[in-house]
């Protein structure tokens, strides 16, 4: 059974660093790339970054509202995906999914979620 | 960058049939995919390129895309499929993914 599993959110102060982790289980980690999205309170789905699978580099993108503070990493022996959030804001408060991506981009599984609020 | 337009609400009576609709420029030459999402729990796939179902997914769900509009489709209609309805691309152009705002389905 395919399992992800996002730990690491909490309450972190503005301007503070923030990291999460998506642990799974259930398939070949490092055969896939994986994308983190979230979603803010009563607000729709917001892709956040993705990394590749090391076959294919394992380099990554992000949106532009996190680009340059946030980074997306992986460790394959793990079968755990991180994201590090520096220089957060209010806006990044939200629910963070992690998900695994198929051939097609299709965000195939889905993590349960992790809730990070950004407040002083 | 890519824009995914969804209009905010569908209202249908159980039975009858859904049609959610996703706007881009050009999105017929695009993979699109559709989540739904109920309250309190994480999305889950329910069409991805274009009009394949995920395996669980019942047949009443079906996709087309064409021309500049992708759209989601459930027939016979049931009170448990009330969720908000997400369709998803990959931007070529930049190697991002893109989501559309997002449909509220309610069953009357």
């Known amino acids: 059974e395919v399992q992800l599993v996002e730990s690491g959110g909490g309450l972190v102060q503005p301007g503070r660093s923030l990291r999460l982790s998506c642990t799974v289980s259930?398939?070949?980690?490092?055969?896939?790339?994986m994308s983190w999205v979230r979603q803010a309170p009563g607000r729709g789905l917001e892709w956040v970054g993705f990394i590749k699978s090391k076959a294919y580099g394992g380099t990554g993108e992000y949106a532009a509202s996190v680009k340059g503070r946030f980074t997306i990493s992986r460790d394959d022996s793990k079968s755990i995906a991180y994201l590090q959030m520096n220089s957060v804001k209010t806006e990044d408060t939200a629910v963070y999914y992690c998900?695994?991506?198929?051939?097609?981009?299709?965000?195939?599984?889905w993590g349960q979620g992790t809730l990070v609020t950004v407040s002083s | 960058s890519y824009v995914l337009t969804q209009p905010p609400s569908v209202s249908v009576a159980p039975g009858t049939t859904a049609r959610i609709s996703c706007g881009g420029n050009n999105i017929g030459s695009k993979g699109v995919h559709w989540y739904q999402q109920k309250p309190g729990q994480a999305p889950v796939l329910v069409i991805f390129h274009d009009s394949d179902r995920p395996s669980g997914i019942p047949e009443r769900f079906s996709g087309s895309n064409s021309g500049n509009t992708a759209t989601l489709t459930i027939s016979g209609v049931e009170a448990g499929d009330e969720a908000d309805y997400y369709c998803?691309?990959?931007?070529?152009?930049?190697?991002?993914?893109?989501f559309g705002g997002g449909t509220k389905l309610t069953v009357l």
């Open positions: 998900t695994r991506e198929g051939q097609q981009w299709q965000f195939d599984y």
């Open positions: 998803h691309v990959w931007d070529s152009s930049n190697d991002h993914r893109v």
């Open positions: 259930g398939f070949t980690f490092g055969d896939y790339a």
